[in-house]
């Protein structure tokens, strides 16, 4: 049977960093897509705050915008809470949902995330969904139960290949410079895949995205894992000249 032709998606995650300022590094990384194209979706994903100015700044050109988190609920007495509405109304098209900083820093819940990608999903939103295992988990032997436990609580039933990405992040890689041997990456992705074929009708398009300490000169490496449809970039997307250079993985030589 011939493989699905997927376009990977290459999503950058600020966290918490940014201000008016670094707009520019978004200006820049455009004007270098536009110069030299790659084979994949672009996506930046600031904090709230940037999101709107962000969109105007990129509108019509070849990078999307996306947020880090959303509420579960359309609106109400939230304080400090946004909803998947909202950042729909402010031109996100993604959301990243269980990040495994979010999971840490306010507990959440594989439920609550499904939650959160339910609610993006109502908003026309493109959720990317994160399971990752520890290191400790992962030197017990229990990296692939982990993850299948994240996805079958994580992920939502209506999920599909346009509405849902997934990202598999092992916390020990994430900000720490080390990766995973790709025959470890290849192990993992092929289980997710395996998930995602079984329960979804077309399970074997949905994207699924590596991330944690990807940089230009790993990326090549990790991009040509089978099963590895794109990347989340954590530190090395806040620079235009470091995230376009984890883009040549998708240009031709
Ligand atoms: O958490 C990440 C992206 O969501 C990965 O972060 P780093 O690329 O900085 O390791």
């Given at each position: 049977?011939?493989l ?12 918490m ?16 897509l ?7 979706e672009?996506?930046?994903c ?6 709107h100015?962000?969109t105007?700044?990129l ?22 809470d ?16 269980g ?15 499904r ?13 990317i ?10 030197d ?20 599909t ?5 997934i ?9 720490t ?9 290849a ?6 895949r395996?998930?995602?074929a ?7 398009q ?10 230009a ?37």
């Amino acid at each position: 049977m011939a493989l699905p032709i997927i376009t990977p998606l290459v999503a950058g995650n600020w966290k918490m960093h940014g201000l008016l300022k670094d707009l520019e590094e978004a200006r820049h990384l455009q004007a270098l897509l536009t110069e030299n194209p790659a084979q994949a979706e672009v996506l930046l994903c600031p904090p709230a705050t940037l999101i709107h100015p962000m969109t105007a700044i990129l509108r019509g050109g070849l990078v999307s915008v996306g947020a880090q988190d959303c509420h579960s609920l359309e609106k109400g007495a939230h304080t400090g809470d946004i909803s998947a509405k909202m950042l729909a109304d402010l031109g996100a098209r993604y959301v990243i949902v269980g990040h495994s900083e979010r999971r840490e820093d306010h507990n959440e819940t594989s439920e609550q995330v499904r939650e959160k990608a339910l609610a993006a999903h109502n908003a026309t939103l493109c959720a990317i969904i994160c399971v990752g295992e520890t290191l400790s988990q992962r030197d017990a032997g229990w990296a692939e139960k982990i993850v299948l436990d994240q996805l079958a609580h994580s992920v939502p039933d209506g999920a599909t290949a346009s509405n849902t990405v997934i990202a598999y992040e092992p916390i020990w890689a994430i900000g720490t410079g080390r990766i995973p041997k790709p025959e470890d990456v290849a192990v993992m992705h092929q289980t997710i895949r395996d998930h995602l074929a079984d329960r979804f009708a077309l399970g074997d398009q949905m994207r699924i995205l590596y991330g944690g300490s990807v940089k230009a000169s790993n990326a090549h490496i990790l991009m040509a894992v089978p099963n590895v449809n794109g990347a989340l970039v954590g530190g090395s997307s806040l620079k235009a000249l470091d995230f376009n250079g984890i883009l040549d993985a998708y240009r031709s030589k």
